[in-house]
């Protein structure tokens, strides 16, 4: 698979594997089975940067390789927007600097700024429309 700049190759391989769910360890621990997509990027013929690994526990499990690959990519990178979102959070809020008097002030701050920007970032759809 070709990769994003020119000479890069995309390089990949993806297999079922079965992850305990118990804390501890026993012969009977309960299991998962999901999928681990592990790339790596050539460019020029060489390797550029360490192996990357992705669990992914997609519904369908009779999906292609190269579609299980671009699925997974393509939900990271929803994550990694999540977490600019909570960096830009934390330094506007300046939420670093903050000091709550128990975990559950914290949680419930959390959720209440979370679902704040969610309600901003959703009205942008809106906002040109009650404007004219």
Known sequence: MHGR?????????????NVRTDVHPSKKSNTVEISLVVS??????????????????????DMPDLNLVAKAIAVYKKRWTIEEVHRQMKQSMKWESMRLGSYQGMKNL???????????????????????
């Open 40 to 61: 790596r990027i050539f460019r020029k013929g060489f390797q550029k940067r360490n192996d990357f690994y992705l669990l992914c526990d997609f519904s369908s499990q």
């Open 5 to 17: 700049k020119d000479n890069e190759v995309f390089n990949y391989a993806t297999r079922r594997i």
């Open 110 to 132: 959390n959720a209440l700024m979370t679902l704040a920007l969610f309600f901003i970032y959703m009205s942008k759809k809106y906002i040109e429309k009650f404007s004219v």
